[in-house]
């Protein structure tokens, strides 16, 4: 088994290295800190790659059921369009769903995931 512990900011990314990258619930990341990451998991794909991306909505904030409390840190589907422009988008959905993931992400949420393949 081969694996690596690092913090994003400390993480080697290397060019065109993954066939996968998912990013989930990453939500702990400014936007100016959310942006770059967005751009190294985009530069990580080889071509073909795919991306996998689960988060939370702004609408969040009413539920209080897990996720960051700052409208900043959530992602709409306008950001992810945007922020992954560069990709094609497989796959784009805001839906809501009761988790059960343990004690801080539980009840009623309001979640969007993404699958986008590099060009």
Not at 52 to 62: A, E, R, S
Not at 100 to 114: C, D
């Amino acid at each position: 088994m081969n694996f690596h512990l690092s913090s994003s900011e400390d993480w080697q990314w290397q060019p065109a290295h993954y066939d996968l990258v998912a990013a989930i619930f990453i939500q702990f990341a400014d936007p100016d800190a959310r942006r770059i990451m967005f751009e190294q998991m985009m530069a990580t794909l080889k071509p073909g790659g795919i991306l996998i991306l689960q988060g939370y909505t702004p609408k969040q904030l009413d539920y209080k059921t897990g996720g960051p409390p700052l409208l900043s840190h959530l992602y709409t589907e306008e950001l992810l369009r945007a922020s992954f422009a560069d990709m094609d988008i497989i796959e784009l959905e805001c839906y809501e769903a009761i988790l059960h993931e343990g004690t801080q992400h539980a009840g009623q949420s309001a979640l969007v995931g993404m699958i986008a393949k590099k060009r």
